[in-house]
């Protein structure tokens, strides 16, 4: 049989261990099971539903502190980021427990005194939850988590690069009595992915690229099946010349360079008023000198690595085709000597134009290109000058100002200031080629239902 081999990239590519590659016959099992088994798990009701999860979680929180150093080994996150994964997304597990009755229950839509009419919100069946590496816990607990309590039964793909966590997250779910069927996982790179959509699925709930993305929408067309999509992007954050620049500088700094810079809704372009760029700069200088780019495991680390050589070769085409477009270093951290694996420096870039790969594509690393505006208007234009709309931010201490952008900004979430988009009450999702539909709130618990409509009279 096939295998999937685990590598540690903060630590020169060092075996982890391995997983066995699903096959074709096995995905089709799963898929037939969880067919097999949705109706009881639908019938259950929500309730039940609830109880048969609960224990779930108590089990991944009191294992976060082993998950938290197995994602660390894995995905070469700092340990202290790991940590702060494993513990906020067990609370997110706890915020899905305790508002998914109240999203989902029945809506009463008109009443008189001869009629009623209401909303039933009802599983769509099978859903196929496929999750990317970047945080190889949490996305599994946003996809798989709110689709079981909707009703939904669940096949799930982890991503390729983290089997290890999906093997830890497999067996926590196959450890409480769920009925056979209800969760299963399948284990592989992009083709397992394409054999399980193709299975007798009614939903595809997917996190990553926007390339996979689109093919997994076609999937879903020629089956005609609902898909939630959340893609990719390239977030713009529009810093205006009346801010504290050095407030400002941590902010920039802070969603930029979390995970190394891989995480969707980072910011990902960074547009200054030319008054101040330089100043910015400067304290984003300061800002990275000081943090530590090390050995994920030690407790000391700010900034650990990409997930694969893969990673940091495609960085690097990005950042060279840059410089040879005109693009200036600004700043650049030195990778000590002592470090084997997919480092890449953290990076500062100006001269920034539109040609360049920085600016039209997504980067997914400890790089940002910097770009200058002069007016409001053109700062609006420069957000705007992408194929994503995921995330954005404006930081401006005149608020009807920077309320004005926001409302001119094509993305599905805009956090002005110290906004932060991260709470669970909030839906999720973007424009563009960022995806289509919304997670998270009760909109992202409908968003995995039928919705019926119940008139009696």
């Given amino acids: 049989m096939d295998k999937l081999i685990s590598t540690n990239p903060g630590n020169n590519y060092i075996k982890l261990g391995e997983v066995n590659i699903s ?45 938290a150093i197995l994602i660390m080994k894995e995905t070469g996150k700092p340990i202290q980021q790991t940590i702060r994964e494993a513990k906020w997304y067990t609370e997110g597990f706890q915020w899905f427990l305790d508002n998914a009755e109240q999203s989902l229950k029945d809506e009463i839509t008109f009443k008189d005194s001869s009629s009623i009419n209401k909303i039933v919100y009802e599983p769509m069946g099978v859903a196929a939850v496929i999750t990317p590496w970047n945080f190889p816990f949490g996305m599994a607990v946003w996809g798989i988590v709110p689709n079981l309590l909707a009703g939904n039964t669940v096949v799930f793909k982890t991503s390729e690069e983290s089997p290890l966590v999906g093997k830890f997250i497999e067996k926590v779910f196959l450890n409480h009595n769920l009925p056979k069927g209800v969760f299963a996982e399948v284990y592989g790179a992009g083709d397992v992915g394409k054999t399980l959509v193709e299975n007798n699925i009614n939903l595809i709930w997917f996190t990553g690229s926007t390339f996979v993305g689109k093919f997994l929408y076609k999937t879903a067309a020629e089956k005609f099946i609902k898909v939630l999509l959340e893609m990719g992007g390239s977030n713009p954050c529009v810093v205006f010349e009346d801010v504290d620049v050095k407030i400002a500088a941590e902010l ?5 360079f979390q995970n190394c810079g891989q995480v969707c809704n980072a910011i990902k372009r960074l547009i200054v008023h030319k008054s101040i760029a330089d100043s910015v700069t400067n304290e984003l200088k300061k800002i990275l000198t000081s ?22 070769d495609l960085l690097k085409g990005q950042v060279d085709d840059a410089l040879e477009k005109g693009a200036k270093i600004l700043y650049q951290k030195e990778i000590p000597n002592n470090l084997k694996g997919a480092y890449y420096p953290p990076t500062l870039l100006g001269n920034i134009t539109k040609d360049m790969r920085v ?25 705007n000058d992408t194929l994503y709309g995921l995330g954005s931010r404006v930081i401006s201490n005149d ?3 920077a309320e004005r952008v926001a409302s001119q900004i094509e993305a599905g979430t805009v956090e002005i200031n110290k906004g932060d988009r991260w709470l669970l009450c909030n839906p999720f999702g973007g424009y563009k080629n960022s995806g289509m539909g919304r997670e998270h709130g009760a909109i992202g618990f409908q968003e995995l239902c039928q919705i019926k409509v119940i008139s009696t009279g």
């Fill in 399 to 401: 608020k009807k100002r």
């Fill in 252 to 256: 920039v700094y802070a969603s930029r």
């Fill in 23 to 67: 096959t074709a016959s096995e995905i089709k099992q799963k898929v037939t099971q969880a067919n097999n088994t949705k109706t009881k798990w639908k019938n259950f009701g929500i309730k039940k539903r609830i109880e048969f999860l609960k224990s779930i979680y108590d089990e991944f929180v009191k294992r976060k502190e082993e998950l």
């Fill in 359 to 383: 600016w039209k594509e997504e980067v997914f690393g400890p790089v940002l290109p910097i770009m200058t505006f002069a007016t409001e208007q053109e700062a609006v234009d420069f957000a």
């Fill in 291 to 312: 943090k530590i780019l090390g050995d994920p495991k030690d407790e000391k680390t700010d900034i650990g690595t990409l997930v694969a050589k893969r990673q940091v």
